[in-house]
């Protein structure tokens, strides 16, 4: 039996971990059509069959499972360990790939990065906003950033900012046609701007709370967007209620743009965590955004 090369065992773990030969082939750099004969010559050398392909998607096999899951672990250790080579630098390089939302984003990591990059100029920090749940270890982010209750318990997580609440939110122009609700109950009565979850493609239930008690409501309204950013547009322009992280909306509501409403029922919740799994070995790259990343609660000082 011909031994397969190294470049096509690599191109066979990226087409088996991002299942589609176009997303695969973009990531090491070839053709669609190049890595599908690739994959074709490497199963004939193997005398198996590696990939179930249809025309929407492409899975790997039993065999190919077993492949995956063997090479997968190897290749990552080589990655983790030549990316290690950067402590004999000067000064921490590589690239570092995370995903977070656009909140998170807005609120967290751009203010830190800004001021961390300059000092880092090998460092490269790659950022795919997505508010959807991703898998990081199958998408190969070395990091993701939500929200304290999100994260999976066998995630090694790190809190990189304070406390957060949410804003139940309308323009003035809209309350002027339409009463403030009075529990969030009355807020099926309304126009409310919603989410679709990239995730599991459903809208997202607002989350309430008071005096030990959960509400989840689900609302109707003429706009649903997948992003946070046109939410906050068509709030502004007195389209509906809409409910947002407080850090995005305060502006508005210290401007008089925005009115809050039912603040009572928005208690602080854990706030945004870096996290990343506990098998992997952090890169010096990776260890310098972490700890500019952390957060440090101001300290407070006893007379």
């Not at 176009?22 to 990939?51: C, D, F, N, W, Y």
């Not at 689900?218 to 809409?242: D, K, T, W």
């Not at 945004?272 to 700890?291: C, D, G, M, N």
Request: glycine content about 6%.
């Amino acid at each position: 039996m011909a031994r397969p090369s190294l470049d096509d065992l690599v191109a066979f773990v990226a087409v088996a971990r991002a299942r589609s030969f176009t997303r695969a082939a973009a990531q090491i750099g070839v053709s669609p059509s190049a890595l599908s004969h690739g994959m074709r010559a490497l199963e004939e050398k193997l005398g198996v069959r590696l990939l179930t392909r249809t025309t929407r998607s492409v899975a790997p096999t039993e065999a190919g499972e077993r492949l995956l899951e063997s090479l997968g672990a190897r290749f990552d250790a080589i990655d983790a360990d030549l990316a290690a080579l950067s402590a004999l630098r000067e000064k921490p390089a590589g690239t570092v790939r995370v995903t977070a939302d656009e909140v998170a984003f807005d609120a967290v990591l751009w203010p830190k990065l800004r001021t961390l990059l300059p000092d880092y100029p090998d460092i490269t920090v790659e950022i795919v906003t997505d508010n959807g749940l991703i898998d990081i270890v199958a998408e190969r982010f070395d990091a993701g950033v939500r929200v304290g209750g999100l994260v999976a318990k066998d995630m090694i997580a790190v809190p990189i900012g304070p406390a957060m609440r949410m804003a139940v939110v309308a323009a003035p122009s809209y309350l002027a046609r339409h009463p403030a609700p009075p529990t969030p109950r009355e807020l099926t009565a309304h126009s409310c701007v919603n989410l679709r979850l990239p995730t599991l493609g459903g809208l997202y239930a607002w989350e309430f709370e008071k005096d030990g008690h959960d509400l989840r409501v689900r609302v109707h309204g003429q706009l649903v967007f997948n992003g946070i950013g046109p939410i906050l547009a068509a709030a502004l322009e007195g389209f509906g209620v809409a409910y947002l992280a407080e850090t995005q909306v305060q502006p508005h509501l210290d401007s008089g743009r925005l009115v809050r409403l039912l603040a009572d029922w928005c208690p602080p919740f854990p706030g945004f965590h870096l996290y990343y799994p506990s098998r992997r070995q952090p890169t010096p790259a990776f260890t310098v955004l972490l700890e500019a990343l952390r957060h440090r609660a101001p300290r407070v000082e006893v007379n």
